[in-house]
């Protein structure tokens, strides 16, 4: 099939790239990889008009020429600490550009077990799972982090076991001066029936110039729980996809808050099966963009049974030359009836160069559902503002206390309070910076 | 303490105001009254530095300072404090902290240390339990989801922290049915005294039956027509404001 498409010189540079890629030939993951670069030759890099791509411009990503790295970078356990949340340092897992570090890592009597995706492939049932997805997967840039993923990582919790505390995944880039590499880290959590794990993501860079290309999937089954919060905080001048892919079962809930600082391009994309009966989703997110950062959220939900509730609320603070979109679609099957939906977004746009696309969208196959799905998109309310001034306020704090106030329903929505912190230390700080 | 002298103004150049001038001791209590559309908030409006408010021509001083040229923040920590008809909410702002942070803004500008979060907790409880108000106020979001009469509490408790040298209270009786009036009305009192000077917007007699004005004028058409000491307010009331426009 591959041999009937024209590719473009930035697709032949990856299809290239992919020859060096090390990896015993026949194993079952080379299979894979396989599997998802003929995937991505069918669907090729994303042309201006590719409507999962509307609102974002993924030309100089596609033709930057990416090298993959080409030995395990080191890292200071020191960066690392700095890095971890108090609360999590007995328990943390560290990818270094993209490969799971376990010298780095902090695992010691976790109720996780962890195994190599080369090895965890070999079950049959997870073998099936993952060729299906890398065969049906609609994301050019997920298929091209399946086809670059040199080794990942399976995160199983058994049958009723409650993980105690809260498990840190921190993402390392190394950043290359000598020139753009790409990472394409791959995790895998597997919850078993009635269990439940807290778990919080941060992904950092040491400099720059680095293409971090994250897939992971989520497979609740029934009566899982899972807090999952997403601190994206890589520096501007790398990239930042993700796809995250969340399978939920019956009665199983997913609640996820992710937090973004955005970076040249920064892009995540949800596809979330509910699937069976009184499965839960709550989706939130809220970016801080300066600057001419960008973040992009890119959803689909899909309601394939009836009694299941999704939730998502995400909120922009957007200045500068910065870009947010979103562009989410929850789609309820034919016989997902008492399907409970709702999905907002609101944007504080605090400049006249700055960019908001919104594009909420329903696709209801049920006629007993009830569904709601909004935007909005607003500046500094004056009135408000001048009301905080007649109290003594400076205009430059009532601005302040406002734009905080703004993302303050999302990130309360945090279970932790160390990243609540962080976040309006860091995020919001950046704002203060500019003398928003 | 503040005297307005011969002030025109308006808004998207319409003039509103036609030429006030009014005096306002140390201690005294004025109520301006008028009818609908007379320039009484206008006025409110114009001495607490609304923006969207341009002054054409006249002066404005507070402890002989122009006011005029002040900011609006600068205005509150010089002591103006505008109670509005229509508090405006803020959702995410919780209103202790609020507090807190008008409260420190004139400290800081004083030169004196910011009172932490503890202390001016007993400070906010002392002066809620002054004013008869109940703890919810501390942790709800400011004003955010609170019905008329409890944004005109919340108003007054501002007032009680930030203790201001001239209180302005447009229209504060609007939308308030009888029992919040006389709770809203008992708060003003107490917070009265004789350093500092009151300013009250009303349209109807009723506010003053609680608050006693030293002085009563009667705007319209942005001009004061009339002015008196209370028993100007109840004359308003049995005959209307037809009496006073007509016989200007």
Known sequence: MSDTLVETSAESAFLDLHKKLSSSEGSALAKLRGVALNQFELLRFPHSKHEMFTYLNTKGLAETAFSLADAPATVSQDFVASHIYPGCENQYLVFVDGVFNENLSQVEGLSVSLMPLSKAIKDSKLNAYLSETAKNENDAFAALST??????????????????????????????????????PRLIWQLGKLSEVKVIEKFVGIEGGYFINAVQD??????????????????????????????????????????????????????????????????????????????????????????????????????????????????????????????????????????????????????????????????????????????????????????????????????????????????????????? | MLEIKNLHAGFDGTEILKGISLSINKGETHAVMGPNGSGKSTLAKILSGHPSYQVTSGEVLFDGKNLLEMEAEDRSIAGIFMGFQYPVEVPGVNNAEFLRMAYNARKVKAGEEEVDPLDFDDLLSEKMKTLGMENKYKERNLNDGFSGGEKKKNEILQMAILEPKLSILDETDSGLDIDALRVVSEGVNKLSNENNSLILITHYQRLLDYIKPDFVHVLSKGKIVKSGDKSLALELESQGYDWVTTEN
Request: aromatic residues 8%.
């Open chain 1, 147 to 184: 086809a670059f993923c040199s080794e990942g990582l399976v995160c199983k919790v058994d049958d009723n076991t409650q993980v105690s505390g809260t498990l840190q995944v921190l993402f390392v880039s190394t950043g290359k001066e000598s020139g753009p590499v790409m990472h394409a």
């Open chain 1, 218 to 436: 989520w497979l609740l089954a029934e009566g899982a729980g899972v807090t999952f919060t997403q601190v994206q905080a890589d520096p501007f001048d790398s990239w930042h996809f993700s796809k995250t892919r969340i399978h939920l079962n019956r009665n199983s809930r997913f609640a996820s808050t992710n937090a973004s600082s955005g970076t040249q391009l920064a892009r995540h994309h949800y596809d979330v099966r509910l699937k069976e009966e009184g499965a839960e989703l709550r989706l939130n997110g809220v970016s801080v963009l300066d600057g001419k950062e960008q973040v992009h959220n890119f959803i689909r939900i899909h309601h394939e049974a009836p009694q299941c509730t999704s939730h998502q609320h995400f909120k922009n603070i957007i200045n500068g030359q910065a870009r947010s979109s979103f562009d989410g679609t929850v789609i309820v099957n034919q016989g997902a009836q008492l399907t409970s939906s709702n999905q907002l977004i609101n944007n504080l746009m605090l400049s006249n160069d700055c960019h908001a696309d919104n594009k909420p969208n329903l696709m209801i196959f049920a006629d007993d559902v009830k569904c709601t799905h909004g935007a909005t998109i607003g500046q500094i309310d004056e009135n408000q503002w001048f009301y905080l001034q007649t109290r003594g306020l400076s205009a430059k704090i009532a601005k302040e206390l406002l734009t905080r106030s703004f993302a303050k329903s999302i990130i309360q929505t945090i279970e932790f309070p160390e990243v609540i912190n962080e976040l309006n230390g860091t995020l919001l700080k950046k704002l203060e910076a500019r003398n928003v």
